[in-house]
């Protein structure tokens, strides 16, 4: 069974940056999107940055644009974020997601809907 395992959280000041990382284990799976979202105290989870695959199409929330960059390392089977520019409003537990299913519809990437295969979170925290 796939399993996601995201790290790279950690604690920064306002405009600092870092690096989340999410790995996939348990073998291989088609994936159509892959995705990462977050979720603050109190707050629905909601998308931040997502990618296509193949073609590696992303697709970013308006509140990270410019800030926030998606990428994916195919040998290393992982899918990376990086923050730069962070700020207060950035911080939340953040989820790496998968579609495996193609449930995932076009124009609704950022959506929760349609991701099947789910991360713990790791925590990003901007004072």
């Known amino acids: 069974q796939v399993q996601l395992v995201e790290s790279g959280g950690g604690s920064v000041q306002a405009g600092g940056s870092l690096r989340l990382s999410c790995a996939a284990s348990?073998?291989?799976?088609?994936?159509?999107?892959m995705g990462w979202f977050r979720q603050a105290p109190g707050k629905e989870r909601e998308g931040v940055a997502v990618?296509?695959?193949?073609?590696?199409?992303?697709n970013y929330a308006d509140s990270v644009k410019g800030r926030f960059t998606i990428s994916r390392d195919r040998t290393k089977n992982t899918l990376l974020l990086q923050l730069n520019s962070l700020r207060p409003e950035d911080t939340g537990m953040y989820y790496c997601?998968?579609?495996?299913?193609?449930?995932?519809?076009?124009?609704?990437?950022?959506?929760?809907?349609?991701?099947?295969?789910w991360g713990q979170g790791t925590q990003v925290t901007v004072s």
């Open positions: 348990g073998g291989s799976h088609i994936t159509y999107y």
């Open positions: 990618i296509a695959t193949p073609g590696d199409r992303s």
């Open positions: 997601a998968h579609d495996s299913l193609g449930r995932v519809r076009y124009g609704a990437e950022l959506a929760r809907t349609g991701y099947n295969i």
